[in-house]
């Protein structure tokens, strides 16, 4: 496993906590202990001994704290579990200020965008607000307890928000699935209607011609009637009128 990579966030040094595989506990750690005073004849007891303590009663509350809070990385290297716990030091208003540098260093190497969803820019600005959080919680627990809620709000909204937006990718991917299907779908309809479209126009040309050749083969029969009837016509005429003419001339032959 490779060490933990840079962070905005402030640790102490790492230190060595087991070299063999079989590795202790957390709680077996080596516990930081200030330097015992050597001891003192004097019948008298020292009075800055008690003031010692009672102020690194606070101060030991207020690192169990800020590890509770942001809890130490560990990694392996070979055989070697190496634990880096966050800085219990007091921070100043440089410290702020070069915070700010930071951060504005680390967004422009890995290159953040400014607007919009952003990995890097999310996980920049996360350690930032763990290191604000890490300053406020050495001067006043209370106050970055409080600011731990916030944070963990505001992860848990985000958890959200991306839960959401990963679900609505999804709907639109199957709703796009399903247009594209049902796009495919309709080309085939119009596909099979454009050639029933097709046959149809064939069927009516075809109907067409058959109608036009009827119509002319009636119209030459009717033209034919016509002129037989109308040569009948003349034939009764003609005949009507010598026998009209015959009746006539007998008439006349009588008289």
Not at 131 to 144: D, H, K, S
Not at 213 to 233: F, G, L, P, S, Y
Request: charged share 30%; with cysteine.
């Amino acid at each position: 496993m490779i060490p933990p990579a840079e962070s905005l966030l402030k640790y102490d040094n790492p230190a060595l906590v087991s070299k063999s595989t079989d590795r202790k506990s957390p709680k077996g750690r080596p516990l930081k202990v200030s330097p015992q005073q050597p001891a003192n004849t004097n019948p008298v007891p020292p009075s800055p001994k008690p003031k010692s303590a009672s102020n690194d009663a606070p101060k030991q509350e207020n690192e169990e704290i800020l590890n509770s809070i942001l809890p130490p990385r560990e990694w392996l290297e070979g055989n070697q579990l190496w634990v880096q716990q966050v800085s219990s030091a007091p921070c100043t208003r440089a410290d702020v200020i070069r915070l700010e540098e930071l951060l504005d260093i680390k967004l422009q190497q890995r290159q953040a965008r400014e607007t919009g969803i952003c990995p890097v820019r999310r996980e920049l600005y996360s350690q930032c607000f763990d290191e604000l959080i890490r300053q406020v919680t050495i001067n006043c627990a209370e106050r970055g307890l409080l600011l731990l809620r916030v944070r963990d709000e505001i992860q848990m909204t985000i958890a959200a928000y991306q839960t959401l937006y990963e679900s609505s990718v999804a709907f639109g991917m199957r709703k796009a699935l399903q247009a594209e299907q049902g796009k495919a779908d309709m080309e085939k309809s119009i596909s099979d209607l454009e050639e029933e479209k097709q046959e149809l126009k064939k069927q009516l040309n075809e109907q067409k011609t058959k109608c036009e050749t009827i119509e002319k083969r009636e119209n030459e029969k009717r033209q034919v009637d016509e002129k037989k009837h109308t040569e009948e016509i003349q034939f009764l005429k003609r005949t009507n009128q010598q026998l009209k003419n015959q009746l006539e001339g007998i008439i006349t032959s009588k008289k």
